[in-house]
């Protein structure tokens, strides 16, 4: 393989004005420039390796990720705009997934810190609340965490502002007239989850509607999850009118429980979730929801990684993202709000 040498040699030059050169650190005239050029060329000269750049400049231009897997596509939908993000920035992405294990997620996260990468970008909840060690060892790597609660280590935060669009679903629900509002949670340990709870009980709470405890069901953000708590729900004497279910997923499994217990969306039973997947338009019926801005949510954290890699003593930062309303086919308009 060529080196500057043979091209200062070929060209007649220093190998320092080769660098000047090849670098475009120092004025060098066109002429010299271009037999320079010319003998890299003739030489096939490559450049310096992007590994031996990172050695000089300490960055390796990647970044890592680390996701939980789950059957919802609002984690592809968010990863897709991190690997966008990247690509647009001249970075690459090396994404772990965890399988919702706490060894294989410490192991992934290990691997990633020991490939040199600049930044972390973790998307996976069952950190939340815990310290992790390995970060102390790598001061300088910087962590942006998505959709998280409470950390015990030091990171800039994405996250939707889930406490207002859980009020903003529930509200939407009270204007369509419903007065017997039933909620499908997350796991409540997890803070998304509980923020989107809180958001329906003080929508409940302002419009002076009664809590009923057997309209309220704890799940898991899964399809199977969501169709289990509808069926436990339609056990007792009668269902709410509408179902604040806090996720697309969860109320894909409520159709699709619905339709087995012969009760119609929307006119038995109105429905709104949150995430605003892209398949949400396509079911049936197409799902009212709360839209997360999931792909801005993947740019944003590779945005701040690469501030923060610029910027390493600022301040960590919390970056809330706002929810909007989508109206679909699932909410029966059942008398006017005013």
């Known amino acids: 393989m060529a080196t500057m040498k043979d091209i200062a040699k070929l060209a007649g030059v220093s190998t320092s004005t080769v660098s000047h050169v090849i670098n475009k650190n120092r004025f060098v005239s066109e002429e010299i420039s271009q037999r320079v050029n010319n003998a890299a060329k003739e030489l096939h000269y490559s450049g310096p390796s992007v590994l031996a750049r990172s050695f000089k400049v300490n960055r390796t231009k990647t970044l890592g990720m680390l996701v939980t897997t789950s059957t919802n596509p609002f984690f592809g939908e968010v990863v ?181 217990c012969g009760i119609d969306i929307p006119n038995d039973l109105s429905l709104i979730g949150y995430d605003d997947i892209h398949i949400a338009k396509f079911m049936s019926p197409a799902l009212t929801t709360i839209h997360q801005p999931k792909y801005r949510l993947g740019q944003a954290a590779v945005e701040t990684l690469l501030k923060r890699l610029d910027n390493p003593t600022s301040d960590a930062q919390t970056i809330q993202l706002e929810p909007t309303l989508v109206t679909r086919s699932s909410v029966k308009v059942i008398a006017d709000s005013h």
């Not at 998280?148 to 994405?158: H, R």
């Open 80 to 260: 897709k705009g991190v690997e966008r993000s990247c690509y647009q920035n001249g970075y690459s992405l090396i994404l772990c997934n965890t399988e919702g294990d706490h060894q294989r997620m410490r192991e992934s996260i290990n691997t990633l810190l020991q490939k040199r990468v600049d930044g972390l970008i973790l998307m996976c909840s069952s950190l939340e609340g815990e310290r992790i060690e390995m970060f102390d060892h790598y001061p300088d790597i910087p962590v942006v965490v998505m959709d998280w609660g409470s950390m015990l280590f030091s990171s800039d935060k994405i996250q939707d502002n889930s406490l207002r669009g859980g009020y903003m679903a529930t509200q939407y629900l009270i204007a369509a007239g419903h007065t017997d509002i039933g909620c499908i949670t997350g796991p409540l340990i997890r803070y998304q989850a509980q923020m989107r709870y809180e958001g329906y009980k003080r929508a409940i709470n302002e419009a002076g509607l009664i809590f009923n405890a057997d309209w309220i069901v704890e799940a898991d953000f899964e399809c199977e999850g969501g169709y289990d708590a509808f069926m436990k729900m339609q056990q007792h004497d009668c269902l709410p009118s509408a179902i604040f279910v806090s996720n697309d997923m969860m109320a894909m499994g409520v159709i699709n429980a619905a339709n087995e």
